[in-house]
């Protein structure tokens, strides 16, 4: 394993325990709620967006599953905040593509911050679902808004 595997590993480790936007805000104003799960491994999450007209003001989320699922989530929630939806949009799509790509596309760091660190995930297509599903609940919690 390389230097920047174990230290990509020791963020997504990170971040599974100090969860970013964990613990679900009142439903207040123009906001929207999505509950996804991963039938396979039973990860659950349930993400609650809070828009200002077309910005995204507040993104929080509840859960529990596997570390990668937790850790995608909590990363999603950093870099997220304060974006418009169709920049949300936009970066979920690429987000996507990258880690159906089975290694093929990297997730750029200086576009996706700390969920760079999920690149490895999409050698592994059993993990993709994992990662992308706070992902997918904010595109549907977005859709719904």
Same mark, same amino acid.
């Given at each position: 394993?390389?230097?920047?595997?174990?230290?990509?590993?020791?963020?997504?480790?990170?971040?599974?325990?100090?969860?970013?936007?964990?613990?679900?805000?009142?439903?207040?104003?123009?906001?929207?709620?999505?509950?996804?799960?991963?039938?396979?491994?039973?990860?659950?999450?349930?993400?609650? $967006?809070?828009?200002?007209?077309?910005?995204?003001?507040?993104?929080?989320?509840?859960?529990?599953?596997?570390?990668?699922?937790?850790?995608?989530?909590?990363?999603?929630?950093?870099?997220?905040?304060?974006?418009?939806?169709?920049?949300?949009?936009?970066?979920?799509?690429?987000?996507?593509?990258?880690?159906?790509?089975?290694?093929?596309?990297?997730?750029?760091?200086?576009?996706?911050?700390?969920?760079?660190?999920?690149?490895?995930?999409?050698?592994?297509?059993?993990?993709?679902?994992?990662?992308?599903?706070?992902? $997918?609940?904010?595109?549907?919690?977005?859709?719904?808004?």
């Amino acid at each position: 394993m390389s230097s920047l595997d174990g230290l990509y590993q020791e963020l997504i480790l990170d971040h599974s325990k100090a969860r970013d936007g964990f613990g679900l805000a009142a439903e207040e104003g123009a906001c929207a709620t999505s509950h996804q799960r991963n039938p396979i491994c039973g990860d659950e999450i349930t993400l609650r $967006v809070r828009l200002d007209g077309e910005t995204i003001r507040d993104v929080t989320w509840e859960g529990a599953g596997c570390s990668i699922s937790q850790a995608s989530a909590s990363m999603l929630t950093g870099l997220i905040d304060g974006v418009d939806r169709s920049t949300a949009t936009a970066v979920i799509g690429r987000f996507r593509e990258a880690l159906r790509s089975r290694g093929t596309i990297e997730l750029d760091e200086d576009e996706f911050g700390d969920a760079a660190a999920l690149n490895g995930v999409s050698k592994f297509t059993a993990r993709v679902k994992c990662a992308m599903l706070a992902w $997918v609940a904010l595109e549907d919690a977005l859709a719904r808004a």
